[in-house]
């Protein structure tokens, strides 16, 4: 979990599709700031939130299963109580990639869905893990 080379594996090459579980309309929030940081760079964002229609111009889902199309990753800004049913439902999906964001962790969910072959980076921010790649 976080090693430098599953982070570049995540982010390395364009087009990039990534759900964002918990998108918030609120241009203040982390959770609406940083995925409109990653579509500014070129990701397309699939905004994954039961509360809203549509979000940075994406429509917006209610769970990973009503997602069009297979995202790249999975990028969660929800409590760490939820993380368990989130890989659960990665598993049963068969999605790859898991991005919990700065200050989300579950170790046990977290290990479940690296022994799942889901690569897991954990307690970290993508859109600062994407500048220090990229130097923005």
């Given amino acids: 979990m976080n090693e430098q080379e599953t982070i570049r594996a995540m982010l390395g090459t364009l087009p990039r599709t990534i759900a964002v579980i918990g998108l918030s309309a609120n241009p203040a929030k982390p959770s609406h700031y940083v ?9 397309r964002i699939l905004p994954v939130n039961p509360t809203v229609d549509s979000v ?14 297979q995202p790249d990753i999975v990028n969660v800004f929800r409590l760490p ?12 999906l068969g999605f790859k990639n898991l991005w919990v964001q700065l200050g989300i962790v579950d170790r046990e969910a977290a290990a479940r ?12 921010c993508i859109m600062v893990e994407h500048r220090h790649l990229t130097n923005a």
Avoid: T
């Avoid at 990653?38 to 990701?43: A, R, S, T, V």
């Avoid at 109580?81 to 049963?92: N, R, T």
């Fill in 35 to 43: 995925p409109a940081y990653m579509q500014q760079q070129g990701y």
């Fill in 56 to 69: 940075l111009g994406e429509k917006s889902y209610a769970s990973l299963a009503d997602l069009p199309v």
């Fill in 113 to 124: 869905a690296e022994a799942g072959g889901i690569r897991v980076v954990m307690d970290r």
């Fill in 81 to 92: 109580k939820y993380i368990p049913a989130i890989v659960d439902e990665m598993l049963l």
